[in-house]
């Protein structure tokens, strides 16, 4: 081959590469912490678009289980819960927090703590108002997501110690967690350990899983957790489809000390 045409192959290789538009998905976020299971750190392999379709899929083949008598809603309950667990929330891993973030793409832009909760569950399938339910307080925020039913706060006493209490008093599940009065997340129990999920605004900054003793947690003294796994009210929403409506701040409703 003559130089010239060695010179022609090698441009074409150049521009190839330069046009080349990389990956389908973004390289996995690697976590810091290596005390959280492997299989709450994997990555989908799919795309959002196609997590979110994914969703709606597990949406009517739970409906039909439930019709049919195959499963009962505490069974849906889990259903949802992995879906959001799996399909979902890995995607938001490593999306960059800042306080006036509200982007509905993960890992483009950047997300505040309170949106990336109400984005999560919007596109997990519940038709809800993500800005309204994100300018919501911790408080407010788990009074709106119980609808009308009990939630739960705890107080008075250090974080370890209060951490002890939530694990011996709530079921394995997922759940939304208001910490004080300036940050909110999802609080996981599974398999006798608790997590936090959350757009972290320390550290690294950024959407994460972490053990909850490792996690802002332990710099509040007031913690706020509503049920989304066993809250039937927020399933029955999913399963239809409807307009999510949320009881939202100054209603009288009584939370568990």
Known sequence: MSLKNIAKSLLMLLVLSCTNQGPRHPKPFQ???????????????????????????????TRQ??????IDSTQAGVLFTEGLLT?????????????????????????????????????????????????????????????????HTFS???????????????????????????????????????????ANYTGDAVVTIQPLMQSVFQYFTTWHIAEITYNRALLRYWLSGEKCVLPYPNLAVQSKK
Request: hydrophobic share 35%; charged share 20%; glycine share 10%.
């Open 31 to 61: 976590h810091a912490s290596k005390k959280v299971p492997l299989a709450l750190l994997a990555s989908s392999t799919q795309s959002y678009t196609e997590a979110k379709a994914q969703m709606l899929t597990l949406r009517n083949k």
């Open 65 to 70: 289980q439930l019709a049919s008598g195959e």
């Open 87 to 151: 399909s979902i929330i890995p995607h938001w891993y490593g999306t960059p927090w800042d306080f006036n973030g509200y982007t509905d793409t993960p890992r483009q832009g950047k997300i505040a703590c309170g949106y990336f909760v109400s984005t999560t569950l919007l596109h997990a399938g519940i038709a809800l108002d993500r800005y309204k339910l994100a300018q919501q307080g911790p408080q407010d925020e788990a009074i709106a997501l119980s609808l009308h039913k009990d939630y």
């Open 156 to 198: 008075g006493f250090p974080a370890g110690v209060m951490a002890k209490k939530i694990n011996e008093e709530l079921q394995e599940g997922l759940y939304f967690i208001g910490l004080g009065e300036s940050h909110v997340g999802y609080l996981l129990k599974q398999n006798g350990e608790l997590y936090l999920i959350h």
